[in-house]
């Protein structure tokens, strides 16, 4: 890999703040100056240090996001901002895509990576992977509506969700938890609309392994860390 791709991968600086720095002589690989940003390197094996400081190749970045309402779970929009429109300056460098996608209204836990290969696995249908929303709703949802959640209901369009869990909650505002296992186009909204209920505020909380964090504001991102299969 190119020097430069390496140091702008690691979050050092731009590509034209690199070259500079490396033309200033504070560049070292394997402890020597290096004097051009365009040679090969080895971002596993060789030592690459800035100011005398190591740096950490990092190749894929996973980013968690409390995401507001109003965003769009995509790289590109022409009405509305997307989710990228969030990401901080220090992770614009990666080529970063929302892994899935929530609704413009739902707000929540999403992930966000350049790891396709990451991303591919736990969207896929076989991996079941869990995601678990809190729902607001117009009005109370009942135990029939539990046990239909649970021997699967089906929406619009004549699919049958596999097993759903949903949990009732006390409050006053009528409300529930939902965990479901797959990802439908408007899933949740859909499998209340077919018990007669209106989602009226829907947030995921879960998803897979992760949760979101009670003090991670909306809006704002945390790095997490996924071991690769
Ligand atoms: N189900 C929905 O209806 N909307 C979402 O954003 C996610 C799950």
Do not use: W
Not at 118 to 142: F, G, I, M, R, W
Not at 183 to 208: C, D, E, N, P, S
């Amino acid at each position: 890999m190119r020097l430069d791709k390496m140091l702008a991968n690691s979050g050092v600086g731009s590509r034209k703040d690199i070259k500079n720095m490396v033309k200033s002589g504070i560049v070292t690989v394997n402890g020597q100056i290096v004097k051009k940003s365009d040679i090969h390197i080895n971002e596993n094996t060789d030592k690459v240090c800035v100011n005398g400081a190591p740096v950490e190749y990092c190749e894929f970045v996973y980013l968690m996001l409390n995401k507001p309402a109003g965003y769009v779970s995509a790289t590109e929009d022409f009405k509305y901002p997307t989710v990228i429109d969030l990401v901080p300056e220090q992770y614009r460098h990666y080529d970063l895509f929302p892994v899935g996608r929530l609704d413009i209204d739902t707000e929540g836990l999403l992930i966000l990576t350049n790891d396709g290969a990451y991303a591919h696995n736990v969207l896929s249908p076989k991996k079941h992977v869990y995601k678990t929303y809190y729902a607001e709703l117009d009005v109370p949802a009942t135990e029939d509506d539990v046990n239909a959640f649970a021997n699967g209901i089906t929406i619009e369009g004549g699919y049958t969700c596999k097993e759903a869990e949903l949990t009732l909650l006390d409050g006053e505002t009528p409300s529930a938890l939902v965990r479901i296992c797959e990802g439908k186009f408007h899933q949740v909204k859909l499998m209340f609309k077919a018990v007669g209920k209106t989602v009226t505020y829907l947030k995921r909380i879960k998803f897979g392994e992760f949760e979101l964090p009670d003090d991670l504001p909306l809006g704002e991102f945390t790095e997490i860390y996924i071991k690769r299969e």
